[in-house]
Structure formats: C-alpha cells, structure tokens
C-alpha cells in the first residue's frame, strides 16, 4: 500500500555541522509534505511544510527539498544545535484524505 | 492560547480490559484525530472526529471507539485490550476549514497492557 519510508534509522552529527535527513514517498498524490521534530516525552511539533507544486522551502534553519520525480523529500538542517537532537518524521497528506501518513523516523543525535 | 491537553499522560492496564483518553483541542479547532505511536515508529491514524461523528477511519478493530462532545473535546476508547495496544496514544486537533495537514499534537497518553 501507499507508505511514507525514511532512509535512515539513525544520524549523528557534530554541534554546528548541517544535517540532512531524507525521506521517501510513494503516494504520487500527496499534496503536502510536512516534517515533525519529537522530542522525548513528547508529541511531534511541527517544523516545516512544502506543497507539492513547489519544490522548496526554506524556514529558519531548516530547509525542506521535494523531488517528485523521485518522490524523494530531504530536511536540512543549518548549523545544527544540541536542541535539535530529536527523532524527525516526515509526513505526507493528499487533499482527499484528512489523515497524516508518517514515516517510522530519523533520531538525528547532535555530537558536543 | 492553549494547545492541545490529554489525560492521563501514563496509564497501565491489564489484558482484556477498557481504557478511555481524552483530548482537548487547541483553542479555535473543531476537530480531532487519534493515532497511535508503537515505540521506535511513526504515528498510525485510527481515526478522526468533526461534528461529534468519526469523518474517517485508519485500519484498527472495532476495539477501538470514540466519541466528541459539543465542546469540540473527544474520547479514545479501547476495550478488550492486548499487549500490543501498548503504545503512545497521540491527540491532534485542526480546524475543519483549515488545511487538512495542519495537525497540532497533544503530548500523548501512554498506554502500557501487562
């Protein structure tokens, strides 16, 4: 069935290097792609989202990339920070469905 | 502003037994979704709320149940439980005329079955 996969369980980067994390999709009609950051203990927070006539987006720090050729999605992180060690989801939506459709998740660790 | 609450935040049950959550949504939204987070996955949709009726459904028993009330505010019922209901039950609320994908999560309500 349709299902949204990341790529890699787990990544460790150093305090101030930039992070990328990827995600695959294989819903071609998924109009939104949303990245989550959820910490421990936590419920997923939004982070960023991108439409999927657009090809991307860029916020504070983060940066998401869409390839709908390849159905591909990436966060990058800028510099990234202790606070961001998190695990990260990315989700799809197509406008038809009212439900978001995560990925199993990245636990991205931030090395002093 | 209030964000989304759910109670209690850690529950423990016993096989076969029932179990309700709650949710509050954020202040403004009028609707409600549930899923459930296994540990080490990602959130599975059970299903989502508007106007006090279920709007949709993800793939879960009848076990699981729910109901919203006038105030937008809703339940997760499970009944019958097994060991793998064990999870992270997470509440979303958004508002109906908004962008479907404009979820904002609640902290969860962990559920453990023994």
């Known amino acids: 069935g349709e299902s949204v996969g990341l790529h890699l369980p787990t990544l460790s980067v150093q305090e101030g290097d930039n992070s990328i994390i990827n995600c695959a999709y294989s819903?071609?009609?998924?109009?939104?792609f949303i990245w989550y950051k959820q910490e421990s203990g936590k419920g997923p927070q939004f982070i960023i989202d991108i439409r999927s006539n657009m090809d991307k987006r860029q916020g504070q720090r983060v940066t998401v990339l869409l390839n709908k050729t390849v159905k591909h999605l990436s966060l990058q992180i800028a510099a990234t920070q202790p606070g961001d060690s998190a695990v990260y989801f990315c989700?799809?939506?197509?406008?038809?469905?009212?439900?978001?459709?995560f990925g199993s998740g990245t636990q991205l660790t931030v090395l002093p | 502003d209030a964000g989304v609450t759910q109670s209690p935040t850690h529950l423990i049950k016993t096989r076969g037994q029932q179990v309700t959550l709650r949710c509050s949504p954020k202040?403004?939204?009028?609707?409600v979704s549930w899923y459930q987070q296994a540990l080490g996955q990602g959130p599975q949709f059970i299903f989502q709320y508007y106007e006090e009726e279920e709007r949709q459904r993800g793939n879960f028993p009848d076990r699981f149940s729910g109901h919203q009330f006038p105030n937008y505010s809703s339940e997760l019922n499970v009944n019958a439980l097994l060991l793998g209901d064990s999870a992270l039950y997470l509440c979303a609320s958004s508002l109906s005329a908004g962008p479907s994908y404009e979820q904002y999560f609640g902290p969860g309500t962990r559920l453990t079955v023994t």
């Open positions: 989700a799809e939506n197509s406008g038809s469905a009212r439900q978001l459709t």
């Open positions: 819903n071609s009609a998924s109009d939104y």
């Open positions: 202040s403004g939204h009028d609707t």
